[in-house]
């Protein structure tokens, strides 16, 4: 459904016994959640799923802990078939980020070798790639990617920057900032064609694409399942395919060392671990209750009313077209554009996001991509289009009175 389509308010998900979704969270109702994409939320079946494992795990720890990696592995075969990704191709990490690590810590040296980014790349893993370059005593090549280029524009100012020194191409599946697609499906197999590897950032794929792994045709991917998800923190999967997986260790070096990929992955010292235990409980409760192809379109729907009315609100308050044109979008996310002045940098921008809570009642994502500053939007089953009523009608004057302090 594209944005413009989105003309009413879509009707809130409920619970069974028609209590309102967001009865089966734990969040502040002081506030207003208008940020799932950040760090996702755990229902409270997974929460009450995760502490009867700990104590468990406490209660027991000599017994606990030994049994871990089995455990784990049957784990990662209820991951995996949510994500449509074979079981033995599957390890558990900690987040994304983790994820890429364990990439670069992986990958043989290749003197001068050369890492391909985009400049929308999640920061954290950018710098990652550029601490491999270093080692390598090559380079960061970054792809610039206008925020309105369709597939075919992303794909020739990717593989522009791909040549015969590309030892790697780091490539976001949904990108942070702004809020959309790269055409990783097109680009892993041109990278296949031409043995270089892959390694998609797919962060916040899992829960917000139905197949997040459907057509893609690279060495690494990893995403995390405590944003749309919604598992508890600390639960994300890396999924690792042809002979460069066999140099993926955990960043851990524990007693499976000699285990071979990704059963290694499965024991790493003395780490609480229900929350990768507990993640099936979350993924579980979503599908049981509404059906993930029934959250999903609800979270879009609701995702384009809130663009709908937060940008129109924006527009009359600075005259200003606060619409943002962005080629390939993702369901559930949105942009519009920040008032002059407000969130021009990421440092500036996570400002912003600290002020939010406290000054206007809401967390909320400010981004940054090119010098401008942007509000990202993002909705899940627990938000209903009041929350976004009430950031245009009471947050987006609030930030006109931020913009005309900061010029």
Same mark, same amino acid.
């Given at each position: 459904m594209s944005q413009t389509e989105v003309t009413t308010a879509p009707r809130p998900l409920l619970l069974a016994d028609g209590r309102p979704a967001a009865r089966a969270w734990t969040l502040d109702p002081a506030l207003r959640h208008l940020n799932h994409g950040s760090f996702g939320a755990v229902p409270l079946v997974a929460q009450e799923r995760q502490q009867e494992l700990r104590t468990r795990m406490e209660s027991a720890p000599v017994v606990w802990f030994p049994e871990l990696p089995r455990r784990l592995a049957a784990v990662r075969a209820e991951l995996a078939a949510f994500l449509g990704a074979d079981p033995g191709d599957l390890a558990l990490v900690p987040n994304a980020s983790a994820g890429a690590s364990v990439v670069y810590a992986g990958l043989d040296?290749?003197? &001068? #070798?050369?890492? *391909? !980014?985009?400049?929308? &790349?999640? #920061? $954290? !893993?950018t710098m990652g790639a550029q601490r491999l370059a270093r080692r390598w005593g090559g380079r960061v090549r970054t792809a610039g990617v206008p925020l309105d280029a369709g597939e075919e524009q992303a794909y020739e100012a990717v593989m522009a920057e791909v040549g015969e020194a590309t030892g790697l191409v780091v490539l976001d599946q949904v990108t942070s900032a702004t809020a959309r697609? +790269? %055409? !990783?499906? =097109?680009?892993? $197999?041109?990278? =296949? =064609?031409?043995? *270089? %590897? +892959? +390694? *998609?950032? &797919?962060?916040?794929? %899992? &829960? +917000?694409? $139905? $197949? %997040?792994?459907?057509?893609?045709?690279g060495d690494f991917w990893t995403g995390n399942l405590h944003k749309w998800g919604c598992a508890p923190r600390g639960t994300a999967a890396l999924v690792a395919r042809g002979p460069l997986r066999d140099g993926l260790y955990p960043l851990i070096d524990s007693w499976g060392a000699a285990d071979p990929y990704p059963d290694r992955f499965d024991q790493q010292g003395t780490l609480d671990a229900t929350g990768p235990l507990a993640a099936a409980t979350a993924l579980d409760f979503v599908d049981r209750v509404w059906g993930w192809p029934a959250a999903r379109r609800y979270m879009d729907e609701l995702a384009g009313y809130g663009e709908r009315i937060v940008g129109a609100a924006l527009t009359d308050l600075t005259g200003a077209d606060a619409s943002v044109d962005v080629g390939m979008p993702v369901p559930g996310m949105r942009l519009v554009r920040l008032p002059d002045g407000l969130g021009e940098s990421r440092l500036a921008a996570d400002a912003l996001r600290d002020r939010a809570p406290a000054e206007l009642g809401v967390e909320a994502a400010f981004t940054s991509f090119g010098g401008i500053g942007y509000l990202r939007l993002s909705a899940h089953v627990y938000n209903t289009a009041e929350d976004y009523e009430y950031f245009a009608e009471k947050c987006v004057p609030v930030l006109g009175e931020w913009a005309r302090a900061a010029r």
């Open positions: 040296r290749r003197d &001068g #070798g050369e890492i *391909v !980014v985009t400049d929308h &790349g999640y #920061g $954290a !893993v697609r +790269l %055409p !990783v499906e =097109r680009i892993s $197999a041109e990278t =296949r =064609r031409r043995g *270089v %590897p +892959l +390694l *998609v950032d &797919g962060a916040h794929a %899992p &829960g +917000l694409i $139905a $197949a %997040p792994l459907d057509g893609w045709d």
